[in-house]
């Protein structure tokens, strides 16, 4: 799957990876965008990020396919998660 991005996806992607109060799953997955749209192997990226390569390919493919919709969680199945109060 080649990334190829816009420059306001561009923009987003560097903005994200470089926020200090956004989510460390947030940014990595901004970071494994950045590198594939650079050309880089899941394979390398995952080296360079410390990640599985399953985990780059997940990422990566749902981007392809979503942009940056994909980067979101789907929501899970399973009991909602609730507190009582």
Same mark, same amino acid.
């Given at each position: 799957?080649?990334?190829?991005?816009?420059?306001? !996806?561009?923009?987003?992607?560097?903005?994200?990876? %470089? @926020?200090?109060?956004?989510?460390? *799953?947030?940014?990595?997955?901004?970071?494994?965008?950045?590198?594939?749209?650079?050309?880089?192997?899941?394979? !390398?990226?995952?080296?360079?990020l410390n990640l599985? %390569? @399953?985990?780059?390919?997940?990422? *990566?493919?749902?981007?392809?396919?979503?942009?940056?919709?994909g980067l979101v969680?789907?929501?899970?199945?399973?009991?909602?998660?609730?507190?009582?109060?």
């Open positions: 799957f080649k990334i190829i991005l816009t420059k306001k !996806e561009q923009n987003y992607l560097n903005s994200l990876a %470089r @926020k200090y109060t956004a989510h460390y *799953r947030d940014v990595m997955r901004a970071q494994v965008i950045l590198f594939a749209a650079k050309g880089m192997e899941n394979e !390398e990226i995952g080296q360079k599985p %390569r @399953k985990t780059v390919s997940k990422w *990566r493919k749902r981007f392809f396919y979503e942009r940056k919709q969680d789907k929501p899970r199945v399973g009991r909602p998660f609730f507190f009582s109060l």
